[in-house]
């Protein structure tokens, strides 16, 4: 039997409650993009009972701060948040700066290094204001694990460590994989679920959300509610948002992603550039239009729309909500100059020395290109413009002077060449 149904089977359902329609309806929110909602009819109670109260059920969660930027593929939880925030339920934002001190061992092989406290710090400066492009920073509870981890203390992190075994931690897939090929789990990694479980105690969670490779540690967290008296919290997971090429998980080593701090022309090309299946992925992970809004559109593009008409409102939904929307108008226009040959408006300006200069020279100086080699190759596929002419000879030696260079369909720079 594994952990979730074992966890399952031992909690009772609460009492009964009817489903009204707005608890029907706030249940079809949560669930819209989930991976697993555990368990959905412990949570249609807290919905109803909630209702019937007045009282807002309150929803956690936790991010270490382990890098101080974000990308799209790291709001599709955050949108969750936003998502329930806006039924009227408190979300708590929890900053895991004790935990990242021990380091989130989930879905690893080997030992993570843990952070530092000078780094934890650095990186949780930029944490929560970029969060607050997706959430109401007004009615969201910031939180951070340290308030209560940090007075546990010996005494009381042995008395924790007791409520759970060690046949239970090494239920968890990564450390079974670990522990069957010889490769060593520390003491203190067996303590990160544990910890992060007893935060849902300290705050009395009645919905944790959390990516699916938290599935295991989620789960503690209800097992220890139920050792400290409490009602078992329900878990939500969300997959893991495909990156712009739609194979590869988003993530910036892969260079398929969307930083939420981009350029608004920038993230407006790239979310332009996504296939018009994928499209729909990121409508149900990303976007704020209603469900009915979203069928709606489907069933203009199977009866004729272009498919590239609702991509361009995805794209200025998400472009607005990181940065304006007059940034999203200004970048429709600039993608749309692009798309019949113009040159965008912010593209940079760069000086380069050493005139007369190579073309390959010339565009590893001007950072379009990382080396000669690739330069000299993006010539030979006629991947290189200068003032707008392609560039076909790749002993070409430029002369002095300003011009706009392009490499592809979205890398330019004016450049003064002396």
């Not at 007075?151 to 090494?170: D, F, H, N």
């Not at 299946?277 to 009866?303: C, H, N, P």
């Amino acid at each position: 039997m594994d952990v979730s149904q074992n966890l399952q089977n031992n909690n009772a359902s609460p009492e009964a409650l009817p489903l009204t329609d707005s608890v029907q309806e706030a249940l079809a929110i949560a669930k819209r993009g989930v991976e697993e909602l555990l368990i959905e009819s412990e949570f249609a109670q807290k919905l109803a009972r909630s209702e019937k109260t007045g009282m807002p059920l309150r929803i956690k969660l936790g991010l270490d701060p382990t890098a101080p930027d974000l990308h799209l593929g790291h709001t599709v939880v955050l949108n969750k948040m936003r998502q329930l925030q806006n039924l009227g339920h408190t979300v708590i934002f929890l900053i895991g700066d004790f935990t990242s001190m021990i380091g989130d061992p989930s879905g690893r092989n080997v030992t993570r290094p843990p952070l530092t406290r000078e780094q934890i710090e650095e990186n949780a400066r930029t944490y929560f204001a970029q969060a607050s492009l997706v959430l109401d920073a007004s009615r969201t509870e910031i939180r951070y694990n340290s308030e209560w981890s940090d007075p546990l203390g010996a005494r009381g992190m042995i008395q924790l460590a007791a409520k759970y075994t060690v046949a239970r931690i090494l239920e968890r897939e990564d450390f079974t994989k670990r522990f069957k090929a010889g490769t060593p789990i520390s003491v203190h990694e067996l303590l990160y679920p544990l910890m992060q479980g007893y935060d849902s105690v300290a705050l009395k969670s009645d919905l944790e959300l959390g990516g699916t490779d938290q599935k295991f540690n989620l789960l503690v967290g209800r097992e220890l509610q139920k050792h400290y008296g409490q009602e078992p919290q329900c878990i939500l997971t969300m997959p893991l948002l495909e990156g712009l090429d739609g194979v590869e998980k988003m993530s910036k080593s892969k260079g398929n992603y969307v930083g939420i701090t981009e350029p608004a022309n920038t993230m407006f090309a790239k979310l332009m550039s996504i296939s018009d299946t994928m499209m729909w992925r990121y409508y149900d992970l990303l976007s704020f239009r209603s469900m009915a809004e979203i069928a709606q559109f489907k069933k203009e593009v199977e009866g004729g729309r272009n498919p590239r008409d609702i991509k361009v409102l995805f794209a200025q939904e998400i472009v607005a909500r990181f940065h304006s929307q007059k940034a999203a108008e200004d970048a429709l226009a600039d993608f749309n100059n692009r798309a019949r040959g113009g040159i965008p408006d912010d593209i940079p300006a760069v000086s380069v020395s050493g005139a007369p200069l190579g073309i390959g020279q010339l565009l590893k100086q001007a950072n379009l290109c990382t080396s000669t080699s690739e330069a000299l190759r993006m010539v030979e596929q006629g991947g290189v413009r200068l003032d707008g002419a392609a560039i076909s000879d790749k002993a070409l030696k430029v002369e002095a002077g300003t011009f706009v260079l392009q490499v592809g369909k979205r890398k330019f720079a004016r450049v003064t060449l002396s």
